[in-house]
T-cell receptor, first 112, second 115 residues
Framework: QKEVEQNSGPLSVPEGAIASLNCTYS??????FFWYRQYSGKSPELIMS????GDKEDGRFTAQLNKASQYVSLLIRDSQPSDSATYLC????????????FGKGTKLSVKP | DVKVTQSSRYLVKRTGEKVFLECVQD?????MFWYRQDPGLGLRLIYF???????EKGDIPEGYSVSREKKERFSLILESASTNQTSMYLC??????????????FGEGSWLTVV
């Protein structure tokens, strides 16, 4: 059974701090990795995708991938109260065309 | 922008009723998906389709069926609704991909309550 694991949280950080969200996956051959943000009562929206080892930056967000350790993370710099949401990690499901495997999400709370 | 539209946002149905949830995407995506999301259980895939009239079972297909008669439209059918099908249902779409994966885009969700 392929799995994506995330700490459910809640992760609480003060405004302006760096929030670090972590994710591990079981399928060593996975090639595509995604972070989605989901506000309460809303649907998930894509924040970032990453395909190669290393860091990928987009504004205040940085995705980090380490395939050897089967680990992907999302850093949010200068956290804002508007970043308070649940963050879902997703990994491509090899052998199942078009499908992603989602973690259950980490709830982030940014305190003013 | 990718637009995935779920026509019914909030529904209340009685046990035993047949329920249709409709989804339309406007980006000519080959793949379409139906998920349900429940507290503590995360997103669970019900069915997906990679072409017109094609469907594949996901993790929890029991009690559901789907229909894809046109590329842009993917319907989820609850043949006989039960209270344990009360949930938020999410439709999604993506381009046809290889095993390396591709971005999935979600609709706004349909909140179904079965009483």
């Amino acid at each position: 059974q392929k799995e994506v694991e995330q700490n459910s949280g809640p992760l609480s950080v003060p405004e302006g701090a760096i929030a670090s969200l972590n994710c591990t996956y079981s399928d060593r051959g996975s090639q595509s990795f995604f972070w989605y943000r989901q506000y309460s009562g809303k649907s998930p929206e894509l924040i970032m995708s990453i395909y190669s080892n290393g860091d990928k930056e987009d504004g205040r967000f940085t995705a980090q991938l380490n395939k050897a350790s089967q680990y992907v993370s999302l850093l949010i710099r200068d956290s804002q109260p508007s970043d308070s949401a649940t963050y879902l990690c997703a990994v491509n499901n090899r052998g199942s065309q078009g499908n992603l495997i989602f973690g259950k999400g980490t709830k982030l709370s940014v305190k003013p | 922008d990718v637009k995935v539209t779920q026509s019914s946002r909030y529904l209340v149905k009685r046990t035993g009723e047949k329920v249709f949830l409709e989804c339309v995407q406007d980006m000519d995506h080959e793949n379409m998906f139906w998920y349900r999301q429940d507290p503590g259980l995360g997103l669970r895939l019900i069915y997906f389709s990679y072409d017109v009239k094609m469907k594949e079972k996901g993790d929890i297909p029991e009690g559901y069926s789907v229909s894809r008669e046109k590329k842009e439209r993917f319907s989820l059918i609850l043949e006989s609704a039960s209270t344990n099908q009360t949930s938020m249902y999410l439709c999604a779409s993506s381009l046809l991909i290889t095993s390396s994966g591709n971005t999935i885009y979600f609709g706004e969700g349909s909140w179904l309550t079965v009483v």
